[in-house]
């Protein structure tokens, strides 16, 4: 059973109401995308909010955290109003979509760790479905709503199974996204790519493309984990 709290360096995550817990999807997503120029920043779907106050750690950006369950929001407000930066970061308690319609502020930064189970079998959970498939959030919707909300230099940054690589990035590029940043994420020496960490802007560009590995073995973290997460976990490792 996971914990009811998740202590990183510098904050604290309540999760004891949230359906989904804190995961290392979230906490790459959070330490690896591009943050350099960021002014106004968007989390789409922010659960405990564990991503938008990592952002609000490595940047001096607004942040501006989207969610649509209730229950997840009582967590993630509790968690910004805890934290050393609760005066940059705020929350919308409702539907991305509805979210459009009611701001029309633009921002340098698009973040999600999206509901990606598709095509599997859902929870029996409504609150783990809603958060884990495309029940109220398609890609389309977010890449649309993404393209709406950006500056025309912003940039949407996502983490997805890698099997949804290919249907995402056509999805995007139908709606002039250009593939700009690429990591493939292998989460133990010897095993398959897993997720797939991507960043797309307005302009097209030549993809910077790399990999990381989670583990060497049951029990080492890789020198490239540590280093992408050394400001967030507690610990050596």
């Not at 360096?9 to 979230?26: C, M, P, R, Y």
């Not at 996502?158 to 995007?172: G, N």
Request: hydrophobic share 40%; glycine share 6%; aromatic share 10%.
């Amino acid at each position: 059973m996971s914990n009811s709290w998740f202590q990183f360096k510098k904050f604290l995550i309540t999760q004891e109401n949230s359906a989904l817990k804190v995961g290392t999807d979230g906490v790459l997503l959070g330490a690896w995308c591009g943050v350099s120029g960021a002014k106004h920043i968007l989390d789409v779907g922010t659960g405990t909010g564990v991503v938008a106050l990592m952002l609000a750690q490595r940047s001096d950006a607004e942040v501006m955290a989207v969610e649509i369950n209730d229950d997840a929001c009582m967590d993630a407000r509790h968690n910004f109003q805890n934290s050393p930066w609760g005066e940059r970061l705020s929350l919308y308690s409702g539907d991305f979509n509805k979210f459009q319609e009611a701001h029309t502020f633009s921002f340098d930064l698009v973040v999600c760790n999206p509901p990606f189970f598709k095509k599997s079998m859902k929870s029996v959970d409504p609150a783990s479905s809603t958060a884990r498939h495309d029940v109220s959030l398609t890609f389309e919707q977010l890449i649309e709503g993404a393209k709406k909300s950006l500056t025309i230099k912003g940039r949407l940054a996502v983490i997805l199974p890698i099997e949804a690589l290919a249907d995402f990035r056509e999805t995007a590029r139908l709606s002039g996204f250009y593939l700009s940043r690429k990591t493939t994420v292998i989460p133990k020496v010897g095993k398959a790519p897993k997720r797939v960490l991507l960043e797309f802007s307005n302009s097209a560009t030549y993809p910077e493309s790399d990999e990381i590995i989670i583990l060497l073995d049951a029990h080492t973290f890789s020198e490239k984990f540590i280093e992408l997460t050394k400001e967030f976990y507690l610990g050596s490792y």
